[in-house]
């Protein structure tokens, strides 16, 4: 069972991730019905009244009477020049106090201009994508992919440093690679300790999870307790440790999300998001059983009327790059032998032959399969060798065409994608390491210590993957997705 209003108030809180706080661009007034209610997404609630000096665009509130200045995005930005580097530096790898240095600002400057761009992204976002429910899917595709990776904070100590996993949740378009969610485990908001001692109060401790007031986020014991458990080997002489336990302290803001909670939040915005469609949608995800019943239970009504297919897929992530090559080639060795055909011939054939191949090939192995159970797929990838594909919403009325063809396109390989640009690019993302000096601890200086800003660069690396790309990129994921006719580039987005 889960905790409903946990799962309520998540939702709550990704929905408004989406949308713009309206800052600077709606009424000020509080006690108004319009506050933070920004211009670009709601127009009929204000009028223009003139402009300044400057020649900024003034706007009245039509309720309150209450004015406004919509203007330059950085108008009150100094070196506005320097918002387009920060930024490329940012999606390249390069970590906040390199910024400083290349980009000749102070490490204040540079967080100063991160809050600027994230703000500015999410802002162009609401304007640009909304939600996406008057997207055509029956054009561009109705297949998505969920999964998550585990990304990696500091947390800050004098001597026993440790590393904090958190989740960062995503759904890409499979066709375009468009990451249509990203959400990473973190509440900037949350207050463990404060949550901790009104569960205390009102009972909520002695209870299941799933009964709790408060169930979305950890409370400070059970994340002290995971500090303890990923620390335990951690060797330190006997004079220090004392010191050690009182600078072990819990972050100052924020608070981790639980897991499942956010999965099922995760998922009844992505069917909000595709409310509007009639389309048959096929949602793949990793082999975490929590994250298929998150989605099995968001699309219910649309599973019965067989209009959602759910598959989970496994493979051996781990496998050295030569067994993968070895794998690979095993795979096309086998399918050259079921088609009767030389490696030029399978090579020379257009993809949507081959695909129609492949699936006569797999109803031939679906011959005798138990429904509801794996199946493995004969053919090795390079990107997921051994993989297994399990079809949830298998069915005896299911034909064997439509379920091989479930089979053929069930694949990670857009989200994965996304996640290995994460690591690349973005340097507080990448994996920790640990020394022989290190004292079985894991760090790195260019961890960040601040959750929050993990999750603005995130975001921002998600907007700049969507809409952006590299010189490289010919097409953009939103290009193919039919939301941009060209490229975004750093004028569009500042207003330089």
Known sequence: MKNNRAIVEEYTRLRRLQRPDGKGQSCSNETCKSYLRPIALHPELYRK????????????????????????????????????????????????SKISEIVDLSPRDVYRKLDFIYDRVRDFSARREGDLRDADWERYGRRFATDSQTLTLNWPNRKKRASVAVHHLCTAHANSGYIVLGHLQFDPAGDMEKIELEMSINGDIAKDRCWRRHGRLWTASEFKAYLDLITAKVEIHPEVAPEVDLGLQLPHEGGLVRQDIQQYAHALLMRRMLSKSDCR???????????????????APEVREGRVDVATVAFDKYQANDVREALYAEGRKKLREALGLTAYQLDSLPEAVLNEEIDREIVKSLIGHTIGTPFAWPYHTKSEPMRSVDLKTDRAELSTDRCARLMRLATLRSVDSYFHKIRSNVRPASRPVSTPSSNGKTWDRYF???????????????????????????????????????????????GE
Not at 60 to 76: D, I, L, M
Request: charged fraction near 25%; charge should be positive; include cysteine.
């Open 448 to 494: 960040l210590y601040k959750p929050e800003m993990l999750t603005k660069i995130i975001e921002i690396y998600r907007f700049h993957h969507n809409w952006m790309g590299t010189r490289q990129t010919k097409r953009t994921p939103a290009m193919k997705l039919g939301l941009a006719k060209g490229k975004i580039y750093e004028r569009d987005l500042f």
């Open 281 to 299: 949608f096929y949602f793949v995800q990793d082999g975490d059983a929590g994250l298929s019943k998150a989605f099995l239970a968001a699309f």
């Open 49 to 96: 009244s003139g402009r300044t000096g400057a020649g900024n665009q003034r706007y009245c509130c039509k309720r309150c009477g209450s004015t406004f200045t919509v203007g330059h995005p950085a108008r009150n930005h100094r070196r506005q020049s320097k918002n387009g580097q920060v930024l490329k530096l940012l999606v390249h790898g390069t970590a906040l």
